[in-house]
């Protein structure tokens, strides 16, 4: 492996784009999507799963794990990597999304964000400069800025202060994150659903010269139309020979419509909390295993799935243990939806290859719309 951080594009297919990232702790082929293992743990998965299953890099939580077990006794047990028993790249989120979902256990000022923790009550300060070291002593390979997400909609006024105070942020996190070889700190471009706003966060970040940039504060309450509005903003303004991430997206027809306006990269905790929900994704659209039509079916969720979860267990079996509430049936459709994701991922790459990611995306979307085959 490389010393350093390097992203190669190898192919595109009209926006689409082919790549590789390359660092100490592996290779992500990108398009990428990275399961979410917000405290250490990927829910309900054992990580050997969520490696054969083609994930190349897992996400970690800076401000969940600051509050346990802490980010100093994790540098002491030798990093999230020794800890979690995960050999690969690890991307932590800086803490900006809690302070959008936690805005009632928060304060906020120039300075950075004071948080009451939601497992003990006690306070937490975290600056640019504080979510920077956390994410150092947790031994995280790509970390993310210290941003202010704002949940959609919003008034403009409010929508501009957050951005501008995000991007003095990533300036005060640039300085902390300084000069580490094989890693790599992301900008994040904020500005809501504000064209101008969106442009502005982009032409600040890019003058940092990051290692890659993300695009946050989507798929926070908007439609996917205004989604996919701003990515055709965003992105023209950010450079192409760097990583582009899109944080906390999302369902497969999202990531799917993203790739095509030139995302590399996705995050998102659905594929495991609809798992344990009884929400499957399949090849065929989402199945609701919940479902009384289900109850007698020894049919698999998907016989052509690689994925035994999807390949070997009845329809009749996952049914009855999601209704019987055993922990067994969100493990097992879990590991159903995040193998799903990574061979959406997979095709997503071999049609960009072959430059016939047009035509794939359309197949894929005709496939969803037929959806489930027809009851037993």
Known sequence: MTENFTFNLRATSGKARLGEITMPRGTIRTPAFMPVGTVGTVKAMYLDQVKEGGADIILGNTYHLMLRPGPERV?????????IRWPGPILTDSGGFQVMSLSGLRKLDEQGVTFKSHVDGSLHHMSPERSIEIQGLLDSDIQMQLDECVALPAEPREIERAMEMSLRWAERCRAA????PGKAMFGIVQGGDQPNLRIRSAEGLKQLDLKGYAVGGLAVGEPQAVMLDMLRITLPVLPTEKPRYLMGVGTPDDMLKSVAEGIDMFDCVMPTRSGRHGLAFTRRGKVNIRNARHAEDMRPLDEQSSCPATRDYSRAYLHHLVRSNEAL????????NLSYYQELMQGIRQAIAEDRFEDFKAETIETWARGDIDPV
């Open 75 to 83: 540098a002491r047990l030798g990093g999230l990597h020794e800890l």
């Open 177 to 180: 994150f300084g000069n580490q």
């Open 329 to 336: 049936g969100g493990m097992l459709l879990s590991w159903n």
